[in-house]
């Protein structure tokens, strides 16, 4: 086993356990603290993927921005409950059909004989990310960006008190 | 000069007056009723013609007499195992068989209309009653000259529905409107063996054509079964018409209508079309298996013992003078149920029926249109009011009774002599039958005419009915008196009918005719049961009626029975109201309750129950949907797994 | 001119004016009026046109003519066209909906409430009739055969009228859905039966005569025919009011208009039969051998079933309707019988009883607009009072019990003759069913029309006005035609008949 | 030096992907509050972008394809959940719940 | 890929049209109050068209932009069909909008920059870019739904399609992750390229994969069991989204599926084909039986929706290109349809209020060409002849029999007899009921006029097919590359 490996299993561990802390536990505000140990666990992976960009973005957007964003939106919505809740009625059932997904996922992965060893596993530098978005995928990035636009005018407009009396 | 070949016309003609007069008659002077006239009087000369023709020929094999063309053809077509046309043909055809209809109908129909002119005056529609008649005629007539059995039977219900139509002419009346009612689908059930006949004969045969049917029957074509089965069928439908047992209620009841109209149709014509048919189609019944005909001869047996009985009791005179023609009818199957001896009898007996029965039912309307009155408890002493019509009557009655030297007496004895020949015991029964019909002829004649009035006010109005109806009257009688008399050789051949009337019938079925001879011992025999007959009813209702009341007393079952028609008219409308109507409603039920509310509105139901089970799926919360989701998801990799193996 | 035109024209023109009417204001009733008589009127004279004209050749169809429509685009390898065409029967059917549609125009002049929409409604249905009558391809058969439906829903929903009965009620809502429900439903086995001949015959092709040749060539087997022969029984046979699914007949045709009632009972049920003849008979012979005995034991569950509920209805129209459902068993039957005559007389009786049927129904109305009540019971000596309304009811009620000289005489004797060659028992049972026609008839004469006339109750009823003796007179006229010369119907429809009857016996 | 990639194999990222991805399934299907699901559905993302992100290095390294979709995916699931905080917010406005059992007015 | 991209931005000037049109909506808004607001739907209206007339520049052309969108008829054709109906939406919303809603400029803005989604999900061969068009599109739609701020129906409707939404694309992405990882590309050419060489060692992967991305998309197009957002969304939305969401939401998600299924996925056909029938099956009969226990109009046309959506995946089941076509011309025809029927209930819920379907009694007597028009969609949707429904129903069932799936055809059919039935119902309503009065309601002309252009639409199509089935032909070969 070498570090790679062990350093591999524990952040995954550590993502794996947080998002189950995100699923279970009652208190919404740990919930969210949960889902940013998780999502900087994410970030790990992507750094042993050699993609640090990507780590960048994703420490950035989502433990940043995201999860400021929804401790926000957990505040506003908490009106006069308790921070807390249960867990809803079906959660049997959807604790048999995630294990039933999650086995799926499992059989199909074991399953496929995927390339293992890829001689070339290449760094993507920024640069080179960024030559490839700007141009080969332009197009996709002008989207996105109309998305978030949408996604803006949306949040404000859906959102905002105005005339509401 | 008019031969056979134009025999056709004799039918057109009262066709065309009644087109005329349907669309017409009310544009007419007096409603068109000459027009009618005119054209049964064209009629019954033509008939002349015909039979100048026809009588020249004979002996020999006629030639000439058919006359017609196809109707409807349905070429190259797989019959018997060949190509073949199916063809339905309007044919006319004249033989010996048909003169004697001929004459029958036209002379009768020319009477009647005549007859209708006093009696019908100023009823309701007028020009509609002497249109119907016309095309009574013009089926009538078309029945007698048709030479196949699809013809046949067109005109057969042309006649039914003409019948149903004149019966009903006073529809305003209920009773009237059951009667024709009852009288249609009375006969029409026996349609529907007729026409079940015709069809099994076409199946083996592949023609409707008479005489070629006759022929193959005759030469053994046919299975005997078969055969048997479907000329049984065909007896069905004349047993209808002749209003045979057990068709018999509606005749009785048909005397709703005008009385004419009873003269014409429910006694001298169609009513014995059904005889007509038995007669025609005698090599059919030779060729069955003999039962076919014991068939008949049971029929015509109790027809005419049961309405010989209920003759006795009825107190309307037209019903009385009803269940005397049910006797004659019943008695004239009897003799066919003898086969080809007895044709000659029967067809003698339809011949001189038709001038008395007419006679007596015209006598009766005479009675009627002086009084309003129907009931014998109502009527009585009318004779010296109307002598004619008292005269006249009494020679109908005497003549149905069978008094000698009357033509009821001939015919009725030359029925004797075949029944003798063939078997004692149809011989008897028919001989038990005459003292009744003697009696209750003399009782309906002492209680109308003889006798105190019973409803003072109908016979201070009473009068004797204007010339013409009473000529009619007095032409009827005369023939009713001396038309037996054609059975004699000399007499027949005076007239054209080579060897007397019976055997002039006869030549029609066998090559070699009987020469007539009068038997003495049935005669005397028949006259002293009739002179009986006649005696006693003088005796019981000569005077007070006492007897008769006495013995209704004394045998109050008897009586009830004979009053109630043997209940048989009772357990038709029970078996109607009950059984067929019951059965019908049980069927409209199932209908509604099993196949619609069940079948189709349970299956509607059924697909809406589903919906509404189905709608709960959409709970309203988003967690099960998206378990919804995965369980798709789940659905759709199973699905892909076990398709992919 | 080319004739094939004229064939074009019977629907096209209906359909042109449903779509001018569309645009007339629905204040001028007057305009609708007239336009609405004179296209019948243009309608009838071609379809009268079609029949006499029409001569039997060497060809199977007269009048063809065909014009593409859909190119041989997807799975269309032969594309659709618009074939039209009529044989013997099609150019019969064809004037009897002439006559019909004149007819129940005529009746519905009468109309008041949104005459506009009634008339739009009532000339798709027409055209859909008429188109069905003669195409030549199975897309446009079914395409027209539903569209002789589709307008029933608003039609008898809108027009239509209730009926109340003691322990229930049928409304007019009910009786409109129940049959466009059944109708509609009727037509899925007839849709799943042309998927299946347009894939087992494998050219991509809609074409009747092009299917009717591949038949013959052997291009079915025998197990195909035997498979999907049923599913356009069924189908078609529901249309044609086969037992059991004939409740909608009674309860769709009593709740109907008038006009309606006369061309759905008169025309559109002899669509199910013609269905069974074109799609079933023709194009599946060995199928048709395979199952025609089961037909003809429901054809004859129809015609003593339908004649015996007849006998307990008390409604004018109840009697009517499933007198109807009795009748078209005889059509059933004479198609089962695959005997040229019984198939020969199954086509009469399809223009009798349609004359006959709409007669009826034209009459009924004339008195229920007025008295606004079927029951039989509530009336009594209408001939006194009404003498030309009975006499006209009269003719038809003599046709239905099929008394010579009517067509129906005609019709059923052919009838009885096929089927006595073929299954004599049925036969037997059929003629039975004659008689008890009569009885139920009878009784429904002797209940209304005669007896005494209640004068308070019934004092304002009128006698037919101009417009109902015109519709009534030119359907009589029909009747009495093919009843007293049916030579000109025969020598259409019989060479028909035998020339697509050949293999049998 | 082999980088770490080379030395963990492809599937370990898959499987840790999956076990992420089903317990964000696990948590859309059980909870209750609008936001908790909203977090679980990102969770979900995040193992897509994993599994983008592994299957660009593994297999499709000169292209990097996934690469570029994980972008995309974590750009979409930002704005995803700024939207649906706000239509959220709409809904605890006017109902003053976020529980959605309890906003399901809209239901057969 | 050594060869040189494609960069041709004139490619996609339509798309920037519809972009400056948007943001032309928003500003005229913000910075002129004083024009109606109705001016904004005309503005937007005419955008749209401007932008469909330019497209048809591209008409028969073979380009691609970086081999991402390709610009063929394909696209033009879809570019077309979704600039029109959301001209058609745009205009039906005039009035509605100024009744009911507020943010008027966002409202046009977004579903202009919606049918942009639309389209680039129709256009892109490559599944980044299909699947960033898709959220554009979602995303647009989201906001939309949830237009009616004030309205709680509304707010349930958008939470409820959002998350679901949001949680149906991770699944979708998840699968396309599997079918990235197995292929080894995310270009539908060389997706297609891989699968043709088999997919031996990725059987288990690439079927989670197929059933993922066929749940994800069946989550757009609103297939059972993927479907339950959609009676809820289409309820709770604007009247005049719910039949956007009905159109353009159902098309484009049918537009990306016939790319994708035909262009990448081809070769796997035997792994999703029953799960794709599957799914129609259940569709068909679910949506059109629970569709009978209706009595909200959107509702009902919701279920009813859901129906149509099985009829037209069983074309992507049987998917060959004379299905393809037969599915594209049943599309054209239910759009036409289903537009004919929202721009009448749009326009009597203008002037009554109404949503119930007992809301709509005596519609014909106080609205006689709108329920005239309602009644011809209805009939049309319920596939009866002289419409388009007969036809196209006719012709996608023929197909889909004729290419071996005879049982699923079977199915439709009877489902579409049942959904005879709830159409009935509203007709019943609306032509036999006793409306509460009996004036007549004055409605715009633009209303009017539009209505009765859809009608004849529908005529058209139900009569005279063969051109729009040429054009569907044409498209499908350009699918198949033929």
Redesign the interface.
């Known amino acids: 086993m070498t570090v790679a490996n062990l350093v591999f299993y524990l952040i995954a561990m550590l993502a794996i356990v947080a998002a189950l802390g995100v699923v279970t536990v009652p208190n919404v505000v740990h919930a969210a603290l949960f889902l940013i140990l998780s999502l900087l666990a994410v970030a790990g992976f992507y750094i042993l993927l050699s993609n640090e960009f990507l780590a960048i973005a994703q420490v950035l957007i989502y433990a940043g921005a995201v999860a400021t964003i929804i401790i926000f939106g957990l505040m506003l919505t908490r009106g006069t409950d308790l921070p807390t809740v249960s867990v809803g009625g079906q959660w049997p059932l959807a604790l048999l059909a995630s294990g039933a997904f999650g086995g799926a996922v499992a059989a199909a992965v074991i399953d496929s004989t995927w390339p293992r060893d890829v001689g070339e596993v290449t760094l993507v530098s920024i640069s080179d990310l960024g030559a490839v978005l700007f141009k080969d995928w332009l197009l996709p990035f002008e989207i996105v960006s109309v998305v978030l636009l949408v996604a803006l005018i949306g949040a404000i407009m859906i959102s905002t008190q105005e005339g509401e009396a | 000069m008019v031969d056979m070949e134009q025999a056709w016309l004799i039918p057109a003609i009262p066709a065309v007056a009644f087109v005329v007069l349907a669309f017409l008659n009310g544009y007419l002077p007096r409603r068109g009723d000459f027009i009618a006239i005119g054209a049964i009087a064209a009629a019954f000369i033509l008939f002349f013609a015909v039979a100048i023709d026809l009588l020249d020929q004979l002996p020999g094999e006629l030639e000439h007499n058919t006359s017609g063309f196809d109707w409807l053809t349905i070429n190259g077509i797989q019959l018997l195992g060949q190509t073949n046309d199916f063809v339905l043909r309007i044919g006319f055809r004249v033989d010996q068989l048909t003169l004697v209809m001929l004459a029958v109908v036209t002379f009768v129909g020319l009477m009647v209309q005549v007859y209708s002119l006093g009696y019908m005056k100023g009823e309701v529609r007028y020009g509609w009653y002497y249109a119907v008649l016309s095309l009574f005629l013009a089926s009538m007539l078309t029945l007698v000259l048709a030479d196949n059995f699809l013809l046949l039977y067109i005109v057969w219900e042309g006649v039914g529905i003409c019948s149903f139509l004149l019966i009903g002419h006073y529809f305003e009346r209920r009773s009237a409107a059951e009667a024709a009612k009852k009288a249609f689908v009375t006969t029409r059930l026996g349609d529907v063996a007729l026409l079940i006949g015709i069809i099994l004969l076409w199946r083996e045969a592949g023609t409707f054509d008479m005489s070629e049917i006759f022929h193959m029957a005759e030469a053994g074509e046919f299975d005997q079964g078969y055969l048997t089965m479907a000329t049984l069928f065909l007896f069905g439908g004349a047993a209808g018409k002749s209003a045979q047992f057990p068709f018999h209620v509606w005749l009785p009841d048909a005397m709703e209508g005008p009385t004419p109209v009873s003269a014409l149709i429910h006694a001298a014509t169609m009513v014995v079309a059904g005889v007509y048919l038995v007669a025609r189609v005698m090599p059919l019944f030779e060729a069955s298996y003999d039962g076919a005909l014991y068939v008949v001869l049971a029929v015509g047996l109790i027809t005419t013992f049961i309405s010989a009985f209920m003759g006795l009791v009825m107190t309307d005179i037209k019903r009385v003078v009803a269940y005397s023609t049910l006797n004659s009818l019943g008695l004239m199957m009897v003799a066919l149920g003898f086969g080809e001896a007895g044709v000659g009898p029967a067809m003698l007996y339809l011949f001189s029926h038709a001038f008395f029965k007419a006679l007596l039912f015209l006598a009766c309307g005479s009675v009627i249109h002086a009084t309003e009155k129907q009931e014998v408890t109502a009527l009585g002493g009318l004779g010296r009011k109307m002598p004619i019509t008292s005269a006249t009557f009494a020679v109908g009655a005497l003549a149905m009774a069978g008094l000698v030297p009357l033509s009821g007496f001939f015919a009725k004895d030359e029925i004797l002599v075949a029944a003798e020949h063939f078997s004692y015991a149809p011989f008897i029964l028919i001989l038990a039958t005459l003292p009744i019909t003697a009696m209750y002829m003399v009782r309906v004649y002492l209680l109308t005419f003889s006798g105190e009035p019973k409803d003072a006010h109908a016979h201070e109005h009473a009068h004797e009915s204007p010339p013409l109806m009473s000529w009619p009257l007095v032409l009827l009688a005369g023939l009713a008196a001396v038309a037996g008399f054609v059975v004699f050789e000399p007499i027949g051949k005076a007239i054209g009918l080579e060897s007397g009337f019976l055997g002039f019938v006869e030549s029609v079925l066998v090559e070699e005719v009987h020469a007539f001879e009068f038997n003495w011992p049935i005669a005397i025999v028949s006259s002293l049961l009739v002179g009986g007959g006649l005696g006693a009813g003088v005796m019981i209702w000569g005077g007070e009626a006492a007897p008769a009341t006495a013995a209704a007393a004394r045998f109050p079952a008897v009586h009830r029975l004979l009053l109630n028609k043997f209940y048989v008219d009772a357990f038709y409308q029970w078996a109607i109201n009950n059984v067929v109507l019951g059965f019908a409603k049980v069927i409209a039920f199932f209908d509604r309750a099993v196949i619609n509310d069940t079948g189709v509105n349970g299956s509607g139901e059924v697909t809406n129950g589903l919906g509404f089970l189905l709608k709960f799926q959409q709970t309203g919360k988003l967690p099960n949907y998206a378990l919804a989701m995965i369980l798709g998801v789940a659905v759709l990799a199973i699905v892909g797994f076990s398709v992919k193996g | 001119m080319d004739q094939g035109y004229v064939l074009l024209a019977l629907i096209v023109l209906p359909m042109i004016t449903a779509a001018v009417l569309v645009v007339v204001p629905s204040e001028r009733k007057d305009i609708v009026r007239a336009l609405a008589v004179t296209v019948s009127a243009v309608l009838f004279a071609l379809s009268l046109y079609v029949f006499v004209d029409y001569e039997t050749t060497d060809q199977q169809f007269s009048f063809a003519k065909s014009w593409a429509w859909l190119d041989n685009v997807g799975v269309l390898k032969d594309g659709i066209t618009l074939h039209l065409g009529v044989d013997g029967i099609a150019a019969t059917m064809l004037l009897l909906n002439g006559i019909v549609t004149l007819a129940g125009t005529l009746i519905s002049l009468k109309i008041e409430h949104k005459n506009k929409d009634f008339f739009i409604l009532f000339f798709l249905l027409t055209a859909g009739v008429f188109g069905t009558f003669s195409s030549l391809d199975l897309f446009f058969f079914f395409f027209f055969y539903e569209l002789a439906v589709l307008p029933m829903y608003l039609l008898i929903a809108i027009w239509g009228s209730s009926s109340r009965f003691p322990t229930f009620v049928r409304t007019k809502e009910y009786g409109a859905l129940k049959l466009m429900m059944m109708l509609v439903a009727a037509s899925v086995p007839i849709f799943l039966g042309i998927f299946a001949i347009f894939i087992e015959a494998g050219e991509g092709t809609f074409s009747l005569p092009r299917l009717y040749e591949i038949s013959q060539n052997g291009g079915f087997d025998t197990d195909f025919q035997k498979l999907v022969f049923p599913l356009f029984v069924l189908g078609a046979g529901c249309l044609a009011g086969l037992w059991p699914f004939h409740t909608w007949s009674p309860d769709g045709h009593v709740a109907a208009p008038t006009a309606v009632s006369m061309l759905h009972a008169g025309v559109l049920m002899k669509l199910g039969a013609f269905g069974i003849l074109r799609l079933g008979i023709q194009l599946l012979p060995e199928g048709a051998e395979f199952w025609m005995p089961a037909l003809v034991v429901l054809a004859v569950i129809n015609i003593l079933y339908g004649a015996i509920s007849a006998m307990a209805q008390t409604d004018f129209k109840y009697v009517i309707g499933y007198s109807s459902v009795s009748h078209m068993g005889y059509v059933l039957l004479g198609l089962a019988t695959l005997d040229p005559v019984g198939v020969n007389g199954a086509a009469l009786q399809m223009f009798s009883h349609g004359v006959m049927t709409a007669l009826m129904f034209a009459m009924v109305g004339v008195v229920y607009d007025q008295a606004h009540t079927r029951e039989l019971g509530a009336f009594g000596g209408l001939a006194s009072k009404l003498p030309l309304f009975a006499t006209f009811f009269l003719i038809a009620g003599l046709t239905s019990v099929g008394l010579p000289g009517t067509s129906g005489f005609v019709a059923e004797f052919n009838v009885f003759v096929g089927t006595f060659r073929t299954y004599p028992w049925a036969g037997a049972l059929a003629i039975l069913g004659a008689g008890i026609t009569a009885v139920y008839m009878f009784r429904l004469f002797a209940l209304s029309f005669f007896g005494g006339f209640n004068l308070s109750r019934w004092g304002g009823l009128k006698d037919m006005n101009r417009y109902e003796m015109a519709g009534g007179a030119l359907l009589i006229v029909f009747i009495l035609f093919m009843g007293l010369w049916p030579d000109p119907f025969v020598d259409r429809i019989s060479p028909t008949v035998v020339n697509f009857l050949p293999g049998i016996e | 030096m ?15 992907a ?38 660009a ?45 309890e ?6 | 890929m050594s060869d040189a991209l494609n960069l041709d931005y004139s490619l996609l000037i339509p798309e920037y049209i519809l972009g400056a049109v948007a943001v032309l909506v928003l500003f005229v808004d913000i910075m002129m109050p004083k024009v109606r607001k109705e001016a904004l739907a005309y503005i937007a209206a005419g955008g749209l068209l401007l932008a469909l007339v330019v497209s048809l520049g591209w008409l028969d052309s073979e380009d691609n932009f970086a081999r991402l969108i390709y610009i063929d008829d394909f696209t033009t054709f879809f570019r077309c069909f979704f600039m029109a109906t959301s001209i058609f939406i745009v205009i039906a919303s005039a009035h509605f909008v100024e009744k009911n809603l507020r943010n008027p400029g966002e409202y046009y803005a977004l579903i202009v920059i919606s049918t942009i989604g639309a389209i680039y999900m129709a256009a892109a061969r490559e599944l980044i870019t299909a699947y960033i068009a898709l959220e554009l599109l979602s995303f647009s739609l989201y906001v939309l739904v949830s237009f009616a701020k004030r309205d709680v129906r509304s707010n349930e409707a958008g939470m409820k399609y959002m998350l679901l939404g949001a949680f149906a694309s991770a699944l979708l992405l998840y699968g396309i992750s599997f079918i990235y990882g197995t292929a080894g590309s995310t270009s539908y050419a060389e997706i297609s390229a891989a699968f043709e060489a088999g997919t031996s060692g990725f059987t288990l992967a690439t079927l989670l994969g197929l059933a993922l991305i066929v749940a994800g998309l069946g989550f757009k197009v609103a297939a059972v069991p993927f479907h339950m957002w959609t009676p809820d969304a289409y309820e709770g939305a604007p009247l005049p989204i719910t039949a956007y969401l009905s159109a353009t939401s159902k098309a484009a998600g049918f537009a990306l599926l016939l790319r994708l299924f035909s262009g990448a996925l081809m070769p796997v056909i035997d792994d999703w084909q029953f799960m794709v029938a599957t799914i129609a099956a259940t569709s068909m009969v679910v949506g059109n039986l629970v569709a009978l226990q209706q009595h909200n109009v959107k509702r009902l046309l919701a279920y009813s929706s859901i129906g149509q959506v099985g009829y037209m995946l069983m074309g992507i089941t049987a998917l060959s290109v004379e299905v393809s076509s037969a599915l594209l011309l049943h599309m054209i025809g239910y759009v036409i349809t289903n537009l004919a029927a929202f721009t009448a209930i749009i326009a009597y819920n203008n002037a009554s209020g109404a949503e119930k379907v007992h809301d709509f009694r005596g519609m014909s007597d106080r609205a006689p060409l709108l329920a005239a028009i309602l009644a011809v969609a209805l009939f049309s949707l319920a596939g009866m002849p002289l419409f388009a429904g007969f036809l196209t129903k006719f012709i996608l069932f023929q197909s889909v029999a004729d290419n071996g799936f005879y049982w699923l055809a079977a199915v439709a059919v009877v489902a579409s007899l049942v959904s005879l039935y709830y159409y009935l119902y509203l007709l019943r309503e609306m032509y036999v009921g006793e409306p509460p009065e009996r004036t007549r309601f004055r409605i715009p002309l633009v209303l009017q006029g539009s209505g009765v252009v859809l009608t004849l639409g529908v005529f058209f199509v139900g009569l005279y097919p063969a051109p729009l089935f040429e054009i569907t032909d044409d498209v499908s070969r350009v699918l198949f590359g033929g």
């Open positions: 082999e980088t770490a990639a080379e030395q963990i194999p492809l599937e370990h990222f898959l499987f840790a999956g076990v992420l991805f089903s317990i964000g399934v696990y948590g859309v299907l059980s909870r209750r509050n609008a936001v908790l699901i909203l977090m679980s559905v990102e969770l979900m993302l995040n193992a897509v972008a994993v599994n983008f992100v592994a299957f290095v593994y297999t499709d390294g000169a292209l990097f394809r996934g690469l570029i979709f994980a972008v995309f995916v974590i750009i979409i699931a930002a704005a995803e959940v700024g939207l649906a905080l706000g239509i959220i917010l709409r809904v605890f406005r006017n109902r003053a719940t976020a529980n959605v059992d906003v399901s007015q809209l239901k057969w």
